[in-house]
């Protein structure tokens, strides 16, 4: 009996030792704890940063509202993230039929005005403010655009008091007067509603044959170009329009005029870093939201594609090389040196494979729709993959975005203090020349 005991006892206290030890090592759970959600795995990253929900098809408000863009390019069809790849121009002082059908029908991004389009301020008001009317049902505001250099390259009406060249402002050496006159055409042209403007300049002029840059250019000397350009850049800036450096990689040393023909350039990769480069490199450092791409061929680089659908310059020199993350656009490639060479179409679709965002065709219909019709091809083939088109488009509704752009209509700069600025200006830097 007392054996039976024993061993009885020495049973009990066992099990209640296992009992306890695997009640101590088990995992504890809080009675409420909620299961882990599902699809919690990788954390996709959006083009260009921030947080994805493309993945989960879902996305909190805290997400959406730090990411405006984001949440806007997931609400666009694909026709319409297309359009934002287009930028083009329309005939007259008015907007026509065809204008109405480039933003009710292809959603194109934006408009490029030149001289033709504009002929006194009142006339240019108004014809901006239609088409941002004409824009209203549209889910992303234009890009309304211009060349506006100083100089012999203006847009402007003729109400407005003339600017002087690029060599002329770098001849003074004044980053005053280049930011001053930054902020005047800044104003003059955020007083239109415009709100894109192809300047500053940042060729080198290298090369005293050069046909089609000379005084647009700030001078022969890397630092002067770089300095001049900046203070410009700045003030343009600063009024809320957003300035484009140009013509990457630099159309300082060439003697033909990419508008008739197609320039090339023999400078090797250590020669441009060495001169043309230096102005764009400062210029990112900057903070420059835009570069153009010239249309240039550079065989030294890439023998086959010109610089503006050239991945050897726009991925590997810009991208990649001096770290540029904003919208790269093309120059016009209605130009002489795209249309007596290359297939329009074919052409925009490589400057979108090859990094670009932006595709600018300034004139002829015909060409317009060619690109629009190649775009959306590539689109539909897979050869501009979904997951490109999104990246190339973030980045486009990223730089709206930041600039704050709406189709709210404008009511017309304030021409008397803007001449009357010009006039201070001109003066306080001792300016008698304009060219």
Do not use: W
């Amino acid at each position: 009996m007392f054996m039976k005991q024993g061993i009885r006892s020495v049973f009990i206290a066992v099990m209640i030792f296992v009992l306890a030890f695997t009640g101590a090592c088990a995992p504890k759970q809080a009675p409420n704890a909620e299961r882990p959600p599902e699809n919690s795995g990788t954390d996709v990253r959006p083009p260009g940063g921030g947080s994805n929900s493309a993945g989960s098809g879902k996305s909190s408000s805290s997400e959406e509202e730090a990411d405006p863009a984001r949440r806007k390019l997931e609400q666009l069809s694909t026709a319409e993230k297309i359009g934002q790849l287009v930028l083009v121009g329309v005939e007259g002082t008015e907007p026509d039929d065809t204008a109405r059908r480039f933003i009710e029908s292809y959603h194109v991004g934006g408009f490029i005005f030149y001289k033709n389009n504009i002929d006194n301020a009142k006339q240019a008001v108004g014809f901006l403010n239609k088409l941002k009317a004409m824009n209203e049902g549209n889910q992303v505001p234009l890009l309304l655009s211009v060349d506006e250099e100083g100089g012999r390259v203006t847009r402007m009406p003729q109400e407005f008091q003339a600017l002087p060249s690029a060599r002329v402002i770098g001849d003074a050496g004044s980053t005053g007067l280049a930011s001053g006159l930054g902020g005047v055409i800044g104003r003059e042209l955020s007083g239109f509603g415009l709100n894109m403007d192809f300047a500053p300049v940042l060729d080198i002029n290298s090369n005293p044959d050069n046909p089609v840059i000379g005084n647009r250019s700030f001078g022969s000397e890397a630092g002067i170009v770089s300095e001049m350009g900046l203070a410009m850049l700045q003030g343009i800036r600063q009024e809320g329009v957003i300035p484009v450096v140009k013509h990457f990689p630099g159309h300082g040393d060439t003697s033909v005029d990419s508008h008739l023909g197609l320039p090339v350039v023999e400078h090797e990769l250590e020669r441009l870093r060495q001169l043309e480069l230096i102005p764009f490199a400062r210029a990112i450092e900057d903070g420059a939201d835009v570069v153009m791409v010239a249309h240039l061929l550079m065989p030294k680089l890439d023998p086959e594609q010109p610089a503006s659908f050239s991945k050897a310059v726009i991925t590997d020199v810009l991208r990649g090389e001096l770290g540029f993350e904003g919208v790269v656009i093309t120059d016009d490639m209605t130009m002489g040196a795209i249309v007596k060479h290359y297939d329009i179409g074919e052409a925009a679709v490589k400057f979108i494979q090859a990094g670009g965002n932006i595709v600018m065709v300034g004139h002829q219909r015909e060409r317009q729709l060619a690109v629009i019709d190649a775009l959306t091809a590539a689109v539909n083939k897979g050869e501009i993959p979904a997951e490109m088109l999104d990246e190339r488009v973030y980045s486009i509704l990223k730089l709206k975005e930041k600039y704050g752009l709406r189709d709210e209509p404008a009511a017309g700069p304030d021409i008397k203090a803007i001449n009357q600025e010009i006039t201070d200006l001109l003066k306080e830097h001792n300016i008698k020349k304009l060219k």
